[in-house]
C-alpha cells in the first residue's frame, strides 16, 4: 500500500512520519526534525504538550494523518465524563487532567481537549482540542 501526502485544512490536518507505532485517536508529540519535509511524531507521553491527534495506526516510517483542530474521537484511558478537561496518560491516551494551575501560568498536566462526552477506558471519548489554547 503505497502512501498519499496530502494537506487538507492546512494548519488543521497534517501529514507527518511516524518515529514509533502510533495508536489510531492517541495524542501525539513532535519526535525531532522533520523527515522528507514531514513532522516527525510518537506517541505522546503522560501530561505532555500533544502536537495533535492520530488519525489512523501507523508503524513506524510511515506516514499518518495528525488532526491539530476540532472534535474528534480520542481513545480513552480511564473514566471521562463530558466536561472533563483531557491530558495524555504514558501511552497517548485520554485522561482527566489534574493539578491544573492557570492562575500561575504553569500546568503539572497539560490540558489538551475537552470531552463532550463520557468514556471508560479504552473507549474512544469525543473531545475537542484545545492544545493549550
Known amino acids: 500500500m503505497g502512501n498519499v501526502i496530502h494537506h487538507h485544512r492546512p494548519a488543521k490536518d497534517i501529514t507527518c512520519r511516524a518515529d514509533s ?42 506516514n499518518v494523518l495528525v488532526t491539530r483542530g476540532g472534535t474528534l474521537p480520542i481513545l480513552a484511558g480511564g473514566s ?11 501511552n497517548g491516551r485520554a485522561v482527566r487532567a489534574t493539578a491544573v494551575d492557570f492562575d500561575n501560568r504553569r500546568a503539572a498536566t ?24
Request: a negative charge; zero cysteines.
Open 21 to 62: 507505532a502510533i495508536v489510531a485517536g492517541t495524542f501525539v508529540v513532535l519526535a525531532g526534525a522533520e523527515v522528507d519535509g514531514l513532522p516527525l511524531v510518537r506517541t505522546a507521553g503522560a501530561g505532555a504538550r500533544p502536537y495533535g491527534v492520530a488519525i489512523s495506526d501507523r508503524a513506524r516510517g510511515e
Open 80 to 90: 471521562i465524563t463530558a466536561g472533563d478537561d483531557l491530558s495524555s496518560d504514558a
Open 110 to 133: 497539560f490540558v489538551a481537549a475537552q470531552a463532550t462526552t463520557t468514556a471508560s477506558s479504552a473507549e474512544m471519548v469525543r473531545g475537542t482540542l484545545t492544545l493549550g489554547a
